[in-house]
């Protein structure tokens, strides 16, 4: 039996629900806010430090509020970087002059909600990617008890240090900054790997499973890998689209799809030819067709729906099989 036929039975069970959609909106608010917090601390600390001051100019003799001020100004830290001193100094002045010492004896609220509004931007940037970072955080803590319940000891790869970490009785939350799993099957050794640029297709892949340990993979010390080692080594690559949002559901897919055929046609080229397989929150009827269809056909090796959680567990358990 093919092993997507363990958790779907027709196009029905692959369609996102109502439930689900409303679920992770929910799940998205939670995370804004959460991501929040650190920029809410930061203005309320601005606004005591402000409070000491009893006119706009008399700011710029506070010492330890420089980067608030220049957040209230508008600038980025991404901007702070290409800045000189003077350039910094200027868009201070402005912002006192134009901004602060018009708003007279509310000018510590006004500096508070434009130090917010650059900081909003700062979120809403990071928020673009929350969908992709939770849908990485629900499929990683399934396959970690995939492979625990199994009594497979495993190793993850750090995001930041790169550093693999041998697997601990306490495993809680590291799949907020996990970039990769290995561990040692019956079969073989097994390294999954989380967006990695794959030479031989030339752009990112969301998920690659690999018959090599870390240390014989060179994306153990950089987002590359290197063109010889990929053919030969490569068991799976799949993509991952978190997006909720209905209404971009067919643009996840369509960007899904155009990934995974070129993931096809790169190793036709070579004469391999890896599993490839797409997990996704928001799946629209037509687009289940679409999925359903390259399953039937063999296109796709596998595909589930991250709000079913028993579709989550089967793929998980197959991932670690291969």
């Not at 991501?35 to 600390?45: H, K, S």
């Not at 931007?121 to 928020?127: A, E, K, Q």
């Amino acid at each position: 039996m093919c092993s997507y036929r363990n958790h779907l039975q027709s196009i029905d069970d692959l369609i996102t629900t109502y439930e689900a959609i409303r679920t992770g909106f929910v799940a998205l608010a939670l995370e804004k806010n959460r991501r929040a917090t650190p920029f809410v601390a930061e203005a309320r600390a601005l606004k005591e430090a402000a409070a000491q001051a009893e006119s706009p100019v008399e700011l710029l003799k506070i010492k330890g509020i420089e980067m608030g001020l220049l957040t209230a100004a508008g600038l980025s830290d991404k901007s702070l970087a290409h800045l000189m001193s003077e350039d910094k100094v200027e868009a201070i002045n402005g912002l006192i002059k134009n901004f602060l010492e018009p708003a007279g004896a509310n000018f510590p609220e006004e500096l508070v909600f434009r130090f917010l509004l650059t900081r909003g931007d700062t979120l809403g940037g990071s928020m673009r990617n929350v969908g992709g970072a939770l849908a990485q955080r629900k499929l990683t803590r399934a396959i970690l008890s995939t492979l625990t319940i199994a009594g497979t000891r495993y190793h993850w790869q750090h995001s930041k240090s790169k550093k693999w970490i041998a697997m601990t009785n306490n495993d809680s939350e590291i799949e907020l900054s996990l970039r990769g799993i290995s561990w040692e099957s019956e079969i073989g050794n097994r390294t999954l790997i989380y967006n990695l640029t794959v030479p031989l297709v030339r752009s990112n892949v969301d998920l690659c499973l690999f018959n090599l340990a870390p240390a014989e993979l060179a994306a153990n010390k950089s987002s590359a890998i290197e063109p010889s080692v990929v053919a030969p080594y490569v068991i799976a690559l799949g993509e991952l689209k978190g997006g909720i949002d209905p209404a971009g559901a067919d643009e996840h897919w369509k960007t899904a799809q155009a990934a995974l055929n070129r993931i096809r046609e790169a190793f036709s080229t070579v004469g391999h030819s890896p599993l490839t397989f797409f997990v996704g929150s928001a799946i629209a009827r037509r687009m289940a067709g679409e999925i359903w269809n390259q399953l039937e056909n063999g296109t796709l090796s596998n595909a589930a729906n991250l709000n079913q959680e028993n579709q989550v567990a089967s793929i998980s358990r197959w991932l670690c099989s291969l």
